[in-house]
C-alpha cells in the first residue's frame, strides 16, 4: 500500500493526500471524510481499508495516524445538508472541504471512489483506493472512526434507535426502531421515504 502511495511521486509530486469517507449509506446522522498526509518513508503496521479491521483495532490505529501524520484534517456534513444537497453532494462537499483545510497542501490528491471533487489541487481517483493506497486506507480509518463516535454520542440523546450499535445503518433493527418510533430530527428523511410515510 505504501509502494502505491510512492508510485505517484515525481520531481514535481512530493506530497500526496489520500482522501476517504465513512457514513454515506446510513439512515441517520453525518458523512465524514478525512484527508491524511505523510511523509514519503512513513509507515504503520495494520492500515487497511476500515471496513477489514475491528473496530478496536481502529480505535488503536487512530491516535497512531493522527501521531505520524504530517498532515491531516477531518469534516463532518449534517444530515441537514444530505437531504438539501443529496448524499454525493455532500459526500464531495465533506472531501473538498478536508483539502482546503489540511495545513500543507499536498501536491496530488488520490481519493477512494470514482467521483473527484472540486479542487484547484490535481486529484485522482482510485476505484477501491481503500484497500490499495496507505494515505486512502489511514483516511478510512480516522472517518470511520470519527464517524462511529459521533453516533455513539448521539445515541445518548436518541437511545430508542440504538445507534451505539447500529451507528446509524439501515439494519432491520433500525428500520424497525424507526417504523415505531417515527424519525427524529437526525434522520436522513431523504432516505426513510420507502420506510415510513412522509
Known amino acids: 500500500m505504501k509502494n502505491f502511495?510512492?508510485?505517484f511521486l515525481t520531481?514535481?509530486?512530493k506530497l500526496i493526500a489520500g482522501v476517504d469517507e465513512a457514513g454515506r449509506g446510513p439512515l441517520s446522522g453525518p458523512v465524514v471524510a478525512a484527508a491524511v498526509i505523510f511523509d514519503s518513508e512513513t509507515f504503520i503496521e495494520g492500515i487497511n481499508d476500515s471496513k477489514k479491521i475491528k473496530e478496536t483495532r481502529r480505535e488503536e490505529l487512530y491516535p497512531l495516524i493522527i501521531s505520524k501524520a504530517k498532515a491531516y484534517s477531518i469534516t463532518a456534513v449534517t444530515n441537514w445538508e444530505i437531504d438539501r444537497i443529496n448524499i454525493l453532494q455532500a459526500t464531495l462537499l465533506a472531501m473538498k472541504t478536508c483539502i482546503v483545510r489540511l495545513n500543507i497542501p499536498p501536491d496530488l490528491v488520490l481519493i477512494d471512489g470514482n467521483k473527484a471533487c472540486d479542487s484547484l489541487i490535481p486529484v485522482?481517483?482510485?476505484?477501491?483506493?481503500?484497500?490499495?493506497?496507505?494515505?486512502?486506507?489511514a483516511a478510512s480509518i480516522l472517518a470511520k472512526?470519527?464517524?462511529?463516535?459521533?453516533?455513539?454520542r448521539l445515541s445518548v440523546r436518541f437511545p430508542e434507535y440504538n445507534w451505539e450499535k447500529n451507528k446509524g445503518y439501515g439494519t432491520r433493527e433500525h428500520i424497525t426502531l424507526i417504523k415505531q418510533y417515527g424519525a427524529c430530527c437526525l434522520h436522513r428523511k431523504s432516505f426513510l421515504k420507502n420506510i415510513i410515510a412522509p
Do not use: C, E, P, Y
Request: charged fraction near 30%; aromatic fraction near 4%.
Open 11 to 13: 520531481g514535481r509530486i
Open 124 to 137: 485522482k481517483t482510485i476505484i477501491g483506493g481503500d484497500a490499495k493506497s496507505f494515505s486512502i486506507a
Open 5 to 7: 502511495d510512492n508510485s
Open 145 to 152: 472512526v470519527t464517524r462511529d463516535r459521533i453516533m455513539k
